[in-house]
């Protein structure tokens, strides 16, 4: 039985930081969407260049991109023991789609994993957040710093902010949440699929309640 996760909650809740570790303690393959279309805009593909209107302004990239993107990533999967979607789906309609997907490939999520948070911790997060230009783990200056400054500590690749980590981005990332992504907590629910964990408590807090969620299933 595979393991397939999908990682939902609001921006710097650390949906990326959990699916880093996750992924390598399970011999998960790790999708994350915002990665993939940053990593596309790095290459100048059209797919990038037409995301980046959106992402620069905090606003959610059309479905189709996102849909189509994912589904390629989930047909070229290699031998993998599952995978955790980090951002992915966004929207009822992304997550319909991903349903059609997966039944197709008669492939049922394992879980939807919450990540809980209160919206007043998340702007302190985002804005001092440092990310790898080489493999994107996420860092903070205070509550997670690197071990040498300004250096990714799992690939030595230099560390930048991101460009959508501006206070007015953020404002929106978490406006597009609320309107577009949380409906997405009813959806699973409903199916039986959703599992709350607490991401207000230190990174490893946050881990050792993943495992256990986990355990659960
Ligand atoms: P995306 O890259 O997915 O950004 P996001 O959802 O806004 O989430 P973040 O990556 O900002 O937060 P995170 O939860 O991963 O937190 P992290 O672990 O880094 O999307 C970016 C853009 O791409 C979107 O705005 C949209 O334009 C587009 N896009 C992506 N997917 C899309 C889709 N499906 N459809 C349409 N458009 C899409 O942690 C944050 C910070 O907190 C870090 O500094 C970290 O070190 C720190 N931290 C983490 N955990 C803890 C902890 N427990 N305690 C203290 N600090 C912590
Ligand atoms: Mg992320
Ligand atoms: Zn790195």
């Known amino acids: ?33 915002g990665d993939l279309f940053r990593q596309n805009l790095k290459e ?7 995301a980046r209107g959106f992402m620069d302004k905090g606003l959610l990239v059309p479905d189709e991109v996102a849909c189509q993107m994912v589904r390629e990533c989930l047909e070229g999967e290699g031998d993998t023991e599952g995978f955790i979607l980090d951002g992915f789906p966004r929207t009822i309609a992304q997550a319909e789609t991903l349903d059609g997907d997966l039944s197709r490939m008669q492939r049922p999520l394992t879980a939807v994993v919450s990540f809980e948070i209160a919206d007043g911790m998340l702007t302190e997060r985002l804005t ?28 030595a690749g230099e560390l930048c902010t991101r460009d959508d980590d501006t206070e007015q981005a953020v404002g929106a990332r978490l406006s597009e949440y609320r309107d577009k992504s949380a409906p997405l907590l009813d959806f699973y629910e409903t199916r039986g699929l959703l ?16 495992e256990r969620a986990l355990e659960d299933r």
């Not at 393991?3 to 880093?20: H, M, N, R, S, Y």
């Not at 100048?44 to 037409?50: I, N, S, Y």
């Not at 509550?143 to 250096?151: H, S, T």
């Not at 709350?196 to 230190?202: E, F, I, L, S």
């Open 1 to 33: 039985m595979s393991l397939d996760l999908v990682f939902l909650g609001p921006p710097g809740a650390g949906k990326g930081t959990q699916a880093k570790t996750c992924a390598e303690r399970h011999g998960l393959s790790h999708v994350s969407t």
């Open 44 to 50: 100048e593909t059209p797919v990038g260049l037409m």
């Open 128 to 155: 001092g957040r440092l990310t790898c230009r080489d493999c994107s783990t996420p860092f903070h200056v205070a509550f997670n710093p690197p071990e040498q400054e300004g250096v990714c500590d799992a690939c």
């Open 195 to 210: 599992c709350g964990v607490d991401a207000a408590q230190p990174v490893d807090g946050v881990s050792a309640a993943l």
